[in-house]
């Protein structure tokens, strides 16, 4: 599921006019196991940038229908998207996390507040109907901290800044946002040149557009680096991201099936 919802924001546009955009998901030998609907919208120095990833077939069935939906909010300030607030939301059948962070970008600081809901079985007597009656309640929970480090971007910020952040002028860019994985200098994302671009690119139906390789270290270093191949059209929007082979289950891939750009 991390590997889903990762490549799905890696899908998101790293040029940007305001848009709408869906990507199917494919998984080797599982087929099309969800969709990402990806929306960014532009008013009057304001942006709003969502994403929403919904899991099908047997994968929902075994993630108890998992959504997850990731919003920036904020200002566009000489051309970069300055975030307010950032909202992670995961929500199952039974289970919904809401993460809002704030950002005060003078006094440096992110605050979060997260909140959690579950739904649990409860077993009682019934002493009218005399037997043991299972029901279900609802448990909420909340908390507000700090975070120990401040960064001025959130992961969907980053990939609306990339064009800045990383180009021909700038090939290697250290992704260090609110929603990545954590504070370390470990997702590097590449503007692929030369030989490593054909390589790349013989990973895509259309050789047209630049290309760009996103690379993860994961948190539990026992597991294998991971690397997404990007490919942009020649108007320098996401078309497909491809995550090579994985063990067993084949290449991971996301596939853009609409798009519809709006000029500001």
Known sequence: MKLFIFILLVSSSLFSDSFST???????????????DVTLKEHSGKYEMKLVATLTGTAANLTGN??????????ILDGKYIPDT?????????????????????????????TNSKWVSETKFDTKKFKLVKHDVQENSSSNTNLDNYHNQDILSAYLNTRDSCNAQNT????????????DKDITLSFLEGIHKQEGAQHFSSKEGHIYNLSVIPIDKDEKRVDVLIALD?????KEAVLGDIFWIGEVNA???YHQVSSN
């Open 22 to 36: 869906r990507y199917d998901v494919n998984v080797g030998m599982f087929g099309k196991v969800g969709y990402a």
């Open 172 to 183: 290697e860019f250290d992704l260090l946002a609110v929603g990545a994985h954590n504070d």
């Open 66 to 75: 998992r959504i997850d939906t990731y919003v920036s909010k904020g200002e």
């Open 234 to 238: 020649n108007d320098g929007l996401i």
């Open 86 to 114: 950032f909202i992670k939301i995961k929500k199952t059948n039974r289970k919904e996390r809401v993460q809002t962070y704030s950002f005060d970008h003078i006094n440096k600081t992110v605050a979060l507040i997260e």
């Open 255 to 257: 596939k853009r099936v």
